[in-house]
């Protein structure tokens, strides 16, 4: 029964260890964190949304220093929500832009109604 018992506890003891040991490094998940970070930069995110471009800029630092630490869970984990954040900043520059774009064709609209009011009275 005790050599049941221990057999049971090896045998769990090298699924954790296996298990632990099967985590693949996150390449692709921190390759796509920059590349979102990157089109981000080149977006109007850093003038509209630059606190979630930061966000996402320092959590991929920190994914890449967790990727040479070999702490692929945290790498995998901070990859993805630099990516969330990157996503976040581009979505609410162009938000931005839309609204601000919305505003000049309201103002030019009443422009011209101005224009046609005095144009036909």
Known sequence: MKLT??????????????????????REEIATAELAVREAQQSK????ASLELRMATEKLT??????RDEDYVVARRLAEQALVDAQ????????IQARQMASQ???????????????GG
């Open 5 to 26: 018992r221990t057999a049971s506890y090896l045998g769990l003891s090298a699924l954790v260890f296996a298990g632990c040991s099967s985590v693949r490094p996150p």
């Open 45 to 48: 995110a850093p003038q509209h």
């Open 105 to 119: 064709l309201r103002e030019g609209i009443e422009t011209l109604r101005k224009e046609a009011e005095r144009a």
């Open 62 to 67: 920190r994914a890449r220093q967790a990727m």
């Open 88 to 95: 976040l900043a581009e979505s609410k520059a162009r938000s």
